[in-house]
């Protein structure tokens, strides 16, 4: 993942108008993320954290589509063991594996 100050940089060595190649060089990045990174709205924070929600870094979750409901069973009973979540899931249509079901309940 590329840094906030990484991608502030790239924007404001383009923005003075260095060649994408030179700028890609010097950051040590390809130069389509240098042309990608130019398209952006400038870098306004240096929360990596916040600019990886803004750009959707990573796959989207399998579980978040089942979450409510699990929220919804733990509230209906607090002991539930995380092998009947899973079930509950799976029978909800939960395709994905058991370690993102099980670690919802810390999450909760």
Same mark, same amino acid.
């Given at each position: @993942?590329?840094?906030? @100050?990484?991608? /502030?940089e790239?924007?404001? $060595?383009?923005?003075?108008? *260095? ?12 130069? +389509?993320?240098?042309? +990608?990174?130019?398209?952006? %709205? $400038?870098?306004s924070?240096?929360? #990596?954290?916040? *600019?990886?929600?803004? /750009?959707?870094?990573?796959? %989207? ?12 069973? *733990?509230?209906? #009973?607090?002991? &539930? %063991?995380?092998?009947? &979540? $899973?079930?509950r899931? +799976?029978?909800?249509?939960?395709p994905?594996?058991k370690?993102?079901?099980?670690? &919802?309940?810390? +999450?909760?």
């Amino acid at each position: @993942m590329i840094g906030a @100050m990484t991608r /502030h940089e790239i924007q404001i $060595l383009r923005k003075a108008g *260095l060649p994408a190649a030179t700028v890609a060089a010097q950051a040590d990045v390809s130069e +389509r993320s240098v042309w +990608r990174i130019s398209q952006e %709205p $400038l870098v306004s924070t240096s929360d #990596d954290r916040t *600019l990886a929600q803004a /750009h959707r870094v990573g796959r %989207p979750s399998t579980v978040a589509a089942v979450e409510p409901r699990v929220v919804e069973w *733990l509230r209906e #009973d607090e002991g &539930l %063991p995380s092998i009947e &979540l $899973l079930r509950r899931a +799976r029978e909800a249509g939960y395709p994905g594996g058991k370690s993102a079901v099980y670690e &919802l309940p810390a +999450r909760c």
